[in-house]
Structures are given as C-alpha cells and as structure tokens.
C-alpha cells in the first residue's frame, strides 16, 4: 500500500506546471530577476487579496521578520514578546536586529495566551508578535487591546496563515505590518524562497521597500544601512499564479480540518482549540498525544506518516541559552513539544486517504 505523506507538494505543482512555466517565459525574455514588474505585479494581487493597502516582497520570511522590527526602530536595548510554542524564524527576527525576544507561553488554542502577556511587559518591551501558528489566527483582539493600554506595537506573524480570518477579516491588516513566508511548503509557496509584508500605513511602506533595497528610493543614494532583501522574479512570477488557486487549495484544507474535527472520536488525542471566531487555513494539522512514538508507529503500520511541529519550545533551544530560560517557565508550549504530532494535511489529499487517517486515529 502507498504510504500517506505529512505534506506532498508534487501533485500541487502539476497542476501548475504549465502556466507557472509560461510565467517564467516571460521572466526570462525580459530578464527581470531581480524585484520589477513580476514582482510588483504579485504585490498587488497579494494586498488585494489581503484587503491591505501594501504589499511588500521579500526574499523569505524571516527577512520579512527583520524588517518589520526595522521598521518599528526595534534595536539593542529592546524586547519583544513572542509565543514560545512557534517556529524559531518569529525569534530571529528580533535577534536580528539586535533586540531581545521574550517568550510567552501559549493557551489550549496553541497561540500565545494574551492572559500572560502583561506580565511579560516593561519598559523595553516595544511590540508583541503574535503567530498565527498552524495556520489559525490567535486572538487579535484581545492582544491588539493590551498593546494599545502599554502603547507598544502589534505585528502578525502571518507565516502559516495566507488567506485565514479573523472575526470574518482576512489577518495581515490588524497591527501595524504582518509577515508571510512564501517558502514552498506554506499554504502559498514560492518555486523558490520568498517572503513578504502587508501593512495599511504608508510610512512604513515606504521605508519597508528602501530597507529591502540597500537602504537606498534612487539608485546608488543609500539613505541608511540597507539590506538585499528582495524578491526574485521568478519567485513572484509563480505566486501569481499560484495566488489564483489559493482559496480553493485553503477551502480543501478546511474540509479535510473539518472532517478530522468531526470523525476523530478517540478520547487518547487531543486537538487544538477553536474558537468560533478564527477561520484558519490548517496549515497544519496538529494533535497531542500522550506516547507520541508509539502512536507515530501505530500511525506507520497504516501507512501515513507523521512530522512534530514542533519538538522544541523557542525558550529552550540551545540559541537562546543565555536569555536563561529554564524547563516549566512555559509549561503549556513544553507539553506540546514534547507531545505534538502533525497528520497528513495538503489540499490534494483524496477522500479517501482522509479516511485512512480518520479510521486509523480512531482505533489508536
Ligand atoms: C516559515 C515561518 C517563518 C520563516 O519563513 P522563511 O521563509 O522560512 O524564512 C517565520 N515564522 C513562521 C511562523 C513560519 O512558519
């Protein structure tokens, strides 16, 4: 029997194959590489799908990360909350711009739990940001609402949540800028590396575009140290195309999450909690289990593969030993990594296989 993969990207570019070719046709005969029109031309179709005002390429998401603390004039001497339990890339961001992250533990939804960010918070905290983990939103609102009291900044981490709402609104507009990774296994992926920022504020727009381009509006003045951190024209060229089918690709996902949610009936396995008002896009989809290797093996004699998003808490990982976090400072994101398992989750799983899956969780 064929094996259930964690995430297949193979059939998803077939089927794009031909028009993302006749993209890079075009990218080729005008040799627009580098930024340009293939480029400015996914911007806008991402800001507009988005509903946000700008939208801005880069070369991968955590660039796109360093930017907006850039951006934000976040530099040594500062913190920043983040969740723990997320990909590391939120906490680069920071770092690198030489500020400090500081980690805040996540609720029974897995996002940051806007109950403990307050007393994470001084007088060098700058921003929070918030991660839309797995692909669902956390809870913008009341986040959003703990910034404004302490006049800090709220940015989204929007890495893994292209396309997910929010109270009925697609995320990427609620905090001063948001983050994408258009790396090929996001929900939308590049044929190559690629990030991005969407923000409703012109200031920020405006500087975002020059520190992505050596700091520099006219060719060879160089206003402050800038970066190389812009899109390729091959990549944009194949979000476009790729944009066009993301909502169906997103809608599929949800289906699958749905009948997951619905069908899995084992009382050994927990799934993430979902509020009414967050619509994501599973971008993955993450349980907990108490023995996660023997399930992994009782989930291998069935043929489907698993993956751990993710095994180790930001808090804990060896870079960040001298912020001298210590085990139980983040009790609900170090329970999840060491009991997280992801399923099968990609637009293109058959019916079928989703069955598969269901049929096996259930006699786990
Ligand atoms: C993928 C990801 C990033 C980093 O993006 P890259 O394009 O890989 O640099 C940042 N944050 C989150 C939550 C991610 O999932």
Same mark, same amino acid.
């Given at each position: 029997?064929?094996?259930?993969?964690?995430?297949?990207?193979?059939? #998803?570019?077939? #089927?794009?194959?031909?028009?993302?070719?006749?993209?890079?046709?075009?990218?080729?005969?005008?040799?627009? /590489?580098?930024?340009?029109? /293939?480029?400015?031309? /996914?911007?806008?179709?991402?800001?507009?799908?988005?509903?946000?005002?700008?939208?801005?390429?880069?070369?991968?998401?955590?660039?796109?990360?360093?930017?907006?603390?850039?951006?934000?004039?976040? @530099?040594?001497?500062?913190?920043?909350?983040?969740?723990?339990?997320?990909?590391?890339?939120?906490?680069?961001?920071?770092?690198?711009?030489?500020?400090?992250?500081?980690?805040?533990?996540?609720?029974?939804?897995?996002?940051?739990?806007?109950?403990?960010?307050?007393?994470?918070?001084?007088?060098?905290?700058?921003?929070?940001?918030?991660?839309?983990?797995?692909?669902?939103?956390?809870?913008?609102?009341?986040?959003?609402?703990?910034? #404004?009291?302490?006049?800090?900044?709220?940015?989204?981490?929007?890495?893994?949540?292209? @396309?997910?709402?929010?109270? @009925?609104?697609?995320?990427?507009?609620?905090?001063?800028?948001?983050?994408?990774?258009?790396?090929?296994?996001?929900?939308?992926?590049?044929?190559?590396?690629?990030?991005?920022?969407?923000?409703?504020?012109?200031?920020?727009?405006?500087?975002?575009?020059?520190?992505?381009?050596?700091?520099?509006?006219?060719?060879?003045?160089?206003?402050?140290?800038?970066?190389?951190?812009?899109?390729? @024209?091959?990549?944009?060229?194949?979000?476009?195309?790729?944009?066009?089918?993301?909502?169906?690709?997103?809608?599929?996902?949800?289906?699958?999450?749905?009948?997951?949610?619905?069908?899995?009936?084992?009382?050994?396995?927990?799934? #993430?909690?979902?509020?009414?008002?967050?619509?994501?896009?599973?971008?993955?989809?993450?349980?907990?289990?108490?023995?996660?290797?023997?399930?992994?093996?009782?989930?291998?004699?069935?043929?489907?593969?698993?993956?751990?998003?993710?095994?180790?808490?930001?808090?804990?990982?060896?870079?960040?030993?001298?912020?001298?976090?210590?085990?139980?400072?983040?009790?609900?994101?170090?329970?999840?990594?060491?009991?997280?398992?992801?399923?099968?989750?990609?637009?293109?799983?058959?019916?079928?296989?989703?069955?598969?899956?269901?049929?096996?969780?259930?006699?786990?």
């Amino acid at each position: 029997m064929k094996n259930i993969p964690c995430l297949d990207l193979k059939d #998803q570019h077939q #089927q794009v194959k031909k028009e993302v070719f006749e993209a890079f046709e075009k990218v080729y005969e005008q040799t627009a /590489f580098s930024g340009g029109p /293939f480029v400015e031309a /996914f911007e806008k179709a991402f800001a507009t799908y988005t509903g946000v005002n700008h939208c801005i390429g880069v070369s991968n998401g955590t660039t796109a990360l360093h930017l907006a603390m850039l951006a934000l004039g976040i @530099g040594p001497g500062d913190e920043v909350i983040i969740p723990a339990n997320t990909f590391i890339a939120t906490a680069w961001g920071v770092s690198h711009a030489g500020a400090t992250p500081v980690f805040v533990d996540c609720d029974e939804t897995w996002n940051i739990d806007p109950k403990k960010i307050e007393a994470a918070i001084n007088p060098k905290t700058k921003a929070v940001i918030g991660v839309h983990l797995y692909g669902q939103p956390f809870d913008i609102d009341a986040v959003n609402a703990i910034c #404004q009291k302490h006049g800090i900044f709220m940015v989204e981490d929007a890495a893994q949540a292209q @396309g997910a709402r929010y109270k @009925g609104q697609t995320v990427g507009g609620f905090g001063e800028m948001a983050c994408y990774s258009y790396y090929p296994g996001k929900n939308l992926g590049a044929c190559g590396e690629a990030g991005g920022l969407t923000t409703n504020h012109e200031k920020y727009e405006k500087h975002l575009r020059s520190l992505r381009n050596h700091g520099s509006t006219l060719r060879y003045f160089h206003d402050e140290i800038g970066y190389n951190y812009r899109m390729g @024209g091959l990549e944009g060229a194949s979000l476009s195309v790729k944009l066009k089918y993301l909502e169906g690709w997103n809608n599929r996902r949800r289906e699958i999450a749905t009948r997951y949610r619905n069908e899995i009936k084992n009382p050994k396995i927990t799934l #993430q909690a979902k509020p009414d008002w967050a619509d994501g896009i599973n971008h993955l989809f993450v349980v907990t289990v108490e023995n996660k290797e023997a399930f992994v093996e009782h989930l291998a004699s069935h043929h489907i593969s698993a993956a751990y998003h993710y095994p180790v808490p930001c808090h804990l990982q060896k870079a960040y030993t001298h912020l001298g976090y210590k085990k139980g400072d983040c009790p609900v994101a170090e329970y999840l990594a060491e009991h997280c398992v992801s399923l099968p989750m990609f637009a293109e799983l058959s019916d079928e296989q989703v069955q598969t899956v269901i049929d096996a969780l259930n006699t786990y």
